[in-house]
Structures are given as C-alpha cells and as structure tokens.
T-cell receptor, first 114, second 112 residues
Framework: DQQVKQNSPSLSVQEGRISILNCDYT??????FLWYKKYPAEGPTFLIS?????DKNEDGRFTVFLNKSAKHLSLHIVPSQPGDSAVYFC?????????????FGTGTRLTIIP | NAGVMQNPRHLVRRRGQEARLRCSPM?????VYWYRQLPEEGLKFMVY????????ESGMPKERFSAEFPKEGPSILRIQQVVRGDSAAYFC??????????FGPGTRLTVT
C-alpha cells in the first residue's frame, strides 16, 4: 500500500524555467512533509519541509505548497539550474516528527536541460 | 563535523553468506534509522533504534534480518543467509530527538 505517491517518474525542464514536482498522500495521520534530493551513489539530502499547519514554506529557490484537503503537496524550484538535476523524493511523517520513521514516495527524476 | 558514515560502501556476498552493514551517526545524534532502496523504488523504512533499544522494527523482514545500536560503537544491520532479493542500497539516517534525519551515503549490497 503506497501511502506516498509521486506519479511522475521523470520530468525535464529548461534551465531558468520553473520545475514543479508533485506528491500525493493517502494517510490522514501524516503531519509533516519533507522533500529530499538524491544524486546517484549518494544518500538523500534534505531540501525543505512543511508542517500541516502551514500551506506554504519558502527557502531561496525552493517553495513547498501543501493542500491538506486534497492530500497533495508540490515542490517548486525557480529558476531551475543544471545542478538541480537529481531524483527528488517526497517523504511524510506522523505527528511525532523527529521520533518516528519517514514514509517515502518512489521519486521523480528531474533533468534540467541547459 | 563529519556526517553520517556508513561502511562498507559496497559489499558483495554469495548466497547464504552473512552481510554486516555499519552506520556511525553524526556527533550528538542518538537516534538511528535504517532504510532499504530496491532498484527503481523509493526508500522503505526498516528499523528505528535509540542507544541499546529498538523503538520500531515494523519494516524489518521477520527472518534473517536484525539490527542493533549498542551503547558504544556503530549501529549494525545484519542479514543472515543472504538471498538475491536482498540486493539493494541500504541507507542509515541519524537524528537528535525531534529533529530531521540526516542520511549517510549508503551501502550497496550485491548478492551473487
């Protein structure tokens, strides 16, 4: 049962444009959401997170939007840069964030075209 | 200020052998999580440990897999009698209580 879903396995975006990565979840108990970036042969690196009490969080070029009623979140990267090419994972935690497991989506491979 | 360290980075085992994967958390972190990533899939939670305690092992296969995080030394994920289906990347993450997880570079296990 895939509780966190990333329905787009891959995405290609022109350099300088906006990249939008989507994530859906089914478990209403999820309370905290994170995005991780992963390069080949490396571990995931934390990018940005959002608590369920917010609908938007911004950090530099990265913004995460949360729509609780739709159980949907998205990551916006503006402007996209070649170094952003990587696999992006959406992850979710229950209310005990920092003291419990993360549930990951299957990832979206983002390719930035120069 | 070293990050999470995992060794070995690559491990090749024949079917039936044992695999031992080590994880040294970041300094000051007392919580360790193990995840497994099969080819073309996301990371799947296996086990969550604090020093000398297993907190959540709901993702661990019932047989052949065990994990420990002793008072001194690294956390160990042990797989006995490995099979081809155990071939995967195994990631360790560490955290302080209430804070986000930081991931190590992973151990790629290949079972031949």
């Amino acid at each position: 049962d895939q509780q966190v879903k990333q329905n787009s396995p891959s995405l290609s975006v022109q350099e300088g444009r906006i990249s939008i990565l989507n994530c859906d979840y089914t478990n209403s108990m999820f309370d905290y959401f994170l995005w991780y970036k992963k390069y080949p042969a490396e571990g995931p690196t934390f990018l940005i997170s959002i608590s369920s009490i917010k609908d938007k969080n911004e950090d530099g070029r990265f913004t995460v939007f949360l729509n609780k009623s739709a159980k949907h979140l998205s990551l916006h990267i503006v402007p996209s840069q070649p170094g952003d090419s990587a696999v992006y994972f959406c992850a979710a935690s229950g209310p005990n964030f920092g003291n419990e497991k993360l549930t990951f989506g299957t990832g979206t491979r983002l390719t930035i075209i120069p | 200020n070293a990050g999470v360290m995992q060794n070995p980075r690559h491990l090749v085992r024949r079917r039936g052998q044992e695999a031992r994967l080590r994880c040294s958390p970041m300094k000051g972190h007392s919580h360790v999580y193990w995840y497994r990533q099969l080819p073309e899939e996301g990371l799947k939670f296996m086990v969550y440990l604090q020093k000398e305690n297993i907190i959540d092992e709901s993702g661990m296969p019932k047989e052949r897999f065990s994990a420990e995080f002793p008072k001194e030394g690294p956390s160990i994920l042990r797989i006995q009698q490995v099979v081809r289906g155990d071939s995967a990347a195994y990631f360790c993450a560490s955290s302080r209580l209430g804070e986000q997880q930081y991931f190590g570079p992973g151990t790629r296990l290949t079972v031949t």
